[in-house]
């Protein structure tokens, strides 16, 4: 993961230093343009052998109509939350808390079952995929139909690597018991579900991605998790007692049953609202505000014309929105903190006391909802995390500055250099137009580039700021779900809009697309 990081990072620097090196106007030799091509080409080549054996998704052979691919992705649906409901055989219960707690929401998962991966594999082996591909360090065409398909083998044939990876880590490092106790045959058990589970995630995906159904199964998977946790902690029946009697854990059935069991209804409002260690109306009610904040900040955008070169009249624009980079910046950046609250908890956990693992951070358990979470009380960790409320703000400021100038620093940037990695730059988008015979009017060719810088790099900077601010908001509002969680759910909603949309405008109507 720090590699992964790392590299973004120094592809972004490369392509920033490739754009002041002079460009020379005589082409390089014929048989140097092949060597490279061949060379670039026999990378994606070495994937060929294993192409035979790689579990795959057939093409439709024909158009597959809307109501065909909501069954299909509901039906993906069901597979996955049945799967997150079935515990890994073997395991020793732990009542210890869980130390991939913050990875949570964007990785889909669920400790102790068969999604315990969640989409890790998955999303590393894409990325890095994309980052390789982006930063031409391999050469691939999608235009290309061989390429193509080995491009997506290579990454199921990674992910296949990366879950096999990480299940012997967990396993070994003693997520679910000290390997000595388990046994050498329950630990291989525990390690082949979780690489079939992980199988059926890619497969699951890739149903999606090759139009069964509708949009990705990272997508869909991410949404749902997120959406899960709201509905939860806002209908749940589950009973739980602080020592001031019994409570519902549910926001909204929490308010009903405080109304009927208590003589003071003022009173009875007010705990409904402001409850602590479970979750409130408040809470709630700030959640459904981010919602709509971020919905309302989706249809900024600048819509630049273009027109074709060769047929005249048709004129079309190309939309760069606010949110260019989508929420890959949040991804990135919790990501990354999530890895180092891991290594922190682990550091501690072995080596409590020690002055140099203390500036990292230092770790202490407390009961939230029922459940054990470790939460940072010192060290780089605590600085680089949520403050819990708003008094713990005036308490502490420096904790609410520096953990602000982070987010939105680390946003920023990862946003910024996410475009030159993954083929979005304004150098990729002019030369994605002058291929498409498209052009911007009043602009020569050649200035196509120029054009787009003035929009493009504002537009990724500029929104992976405003990313950052709303989780920050979201998190200060104490929001269901984390900001993260909510921002991932939001902009992966509103793309699942966009797609009805367009399927609607495709049919002619709403009763064309169910009927």
Same mark, same amino acid.
């Given at each position: ?21 002079? /460009? ?12 490279? /091509? ?24 024909? &158009? ?78 999608? #235009? ?40 050498? #045959? ?8 979780? *690489? ?32 899960? &946790? ?21 926001? *909204? ?7 009927? &069991? ?36 989706? %249809? ?48 501690? =956990? ?11 951070? =230092? ?15 010192? %060290? ?42 993954? %083929?979005?730059?304004?150098?990729? *988008? ?20 120029? *054009? ?30 984390? %900001? ?26 709403? #009763?064309?697309?169910?009927?």
């Amino acid at each position: 993961q720090v590699f992964f990081f790392l590299f973004i990072l120094f592809a972004h620097c490369h392509n920033r230093l490739e754009r002041f090196r002079p /460009r020379k106007a005589v082409s390089e030799p014929p048989s140097a343009a092949m060597a490279a /091509r061949k060379s670039d080409t026999k990378f994606i080549h070495l994937i060929k052998p294993f192409m035979a054996v790689i579990p795959e998704v057939q093409s439709p052979e024909r &158009t597959i109509q809307f109501r065909e691919k909501v069954l299909w992705t509901a039906v993906t649906l069901i597979i996955f939350l049945v799967c997150c409901q079935i515990p890994l055989f073997g395991i020793m219960s732990s009542d210890s808390a869980d130390p991939f707690y913050w990875m949570r929401v964007i990785l889909a998962s669920n400790r102790g079952t068969l999604m315990e991966l969640g989409i890790s594999p998955i999303v590393t082996s894409g990325l890095i995929m994309q980052l390789l591909a982006g930063t031409k360090l391999i050469d691939v065409d999608q #235009g290309a139909r061989e390429d193509r398909a080995l491009f997506q083998g290579a990454q199921k044939l990674f992910g296949m690597i990366i879950t096999f990876g990480q299940a012997v880590v967990y396993v070994m490092t003693g997520m679910y018991g000290a390997p000595s106790d388990l046994g050498a #045959g329950i630990c291989i058990l525990i390690v082949l579900q979780l *690489v079939f589970a992980g199988l059926i995630v890619l497969l699951l995906d890739e149903l999606l991605q090759k139009g069964y159904g509708l949009g990705s199964g990272i997508s869909l998977f991410i949404a749902t998790n997120v959406c899960e &946790t709201i509905v939860w902690k806002a209908f749940s029946p589950t009973t739980i007692n602080q020592g001031k009697g019994t409570e519902f854990e549910g926001a *909204v059935i929490a308010l009903f049953h405080l109304l009927a &069991t208590r003589d003071d209804k003022f009173r009875a409002l007010h705990s409904a609202f402001t409850r602590t260690n479970l979750p409130n109306l408040t809470n709630l009610l700030a959640t459904v505000v981010v919602f709509a904040v971020v919905i309302f900040f989706q %249809g900024f955008r600048v819509d630049l014309p273009i027109k074709s070169v060769k047929q005249r009249g048709q004129a079309s624009t190309y939309p760069i929105k606010l949110f260019y980079t989508s929420n890959i910046p949040i991804i990135l950046q919790s990501a990354l903190v999530s890895n180092l609250y891991f290594i922190s908890q682990m550091l501690d =956990s072995k080596f409590h006391g020690n002055f140099l693992i203390g500036l990292l951070g =230092s770790w202490e358990k407390y009961e939230a909802g029922g459940g054990a979470q470790s939460v940072p009380v010192s %060290g780089l960790c605590y600085y680089l995390s949520p403050p819990p409320s708003f008094g713990h703000m005036a308490v502490d400021p420096l904790h609410a500055i520096i953990y602000i100038t982070f987010m939105l620093g680390s946003c920023a940037l990862f946003s910024k250099a996410w475009i030159d990695v993954s %083929g979005s730059s304004p150098r990729d *988008v002019a030369r994605q137009l002058r291929d498409q015979q498209m052009v911007i009017p009043r602009y020569r060719d050649q200035s196509m580039e120029k *054009v787009l810088e003035r929009y493009i790099p504002t537009a990724a900077a500029f929104g992976g700021l405003c990313i950052g601010l709303l989780s920050v908001a979201a998190d200060f509002l104490g929001a269901i779900g984390s %900001g993260t969680g909510i921002l991932l759910a939001v902009t992966i909603i509103y793309q699942y809009f966009e797609i009805f949309v367009k399927e609607q405008s495709d049919v002619g109507g709403m #009763g064309s697309l169910l009927f």
